[in-house]
């Protein structure tokens, strides 16, 4: 399942490194599900790396099939970050949250 490494990462309390939308990416997850368009997400606090948006640091909401070389690093989570809502308003179903 899609959702299975972010799930792992949020319940262990590390780090994420993805590749995402041409930039590699480190996140902290705080939720897993569904989002209001029907794709398998996650809500995620990014620490390093590139944005699209310029903007490397900060609140992203994730479609998984659009991560590569998604793994686990050892680096402790800092969750939850600053403005984190639990049940994520942008999500019709939560499979995992802090």
């Not at 899609?2 to 949020?10: I, S, T, Y």
């Not at 996650?42 to 998604?70: C, H, I, N, Y």
Request: charged fraction near 15%; proline fraction near 3%.
């Amino acid at each position: 399942m899609l959702h299975n490494l972010p799930v792992a990462a949020l319940q262990s309390g590390v780090r994420l490194r993805l590749q995402y939308n041409g930039f590699h990416r480190i996140v902290e997850v705080h939720a897993v599900g569904i989002s209001t368009a029907g794709n398998h997400c996650m809500r995620v606090f990014q620490t390093a790396g590139g944005s699209v948006s310029g903007e490397p640091v900060g609140w992203k909401m994730m479609v998984l099939d659009k991560a590569f070389t998604m793994h686990m690093t050892e680096e402790v989570s800092q969750a939850p970050r600053q403005g984190y809502a639990k049940n994520d308003r942008g999500m019709i179903e939560i499979f995992a949250q802090l």
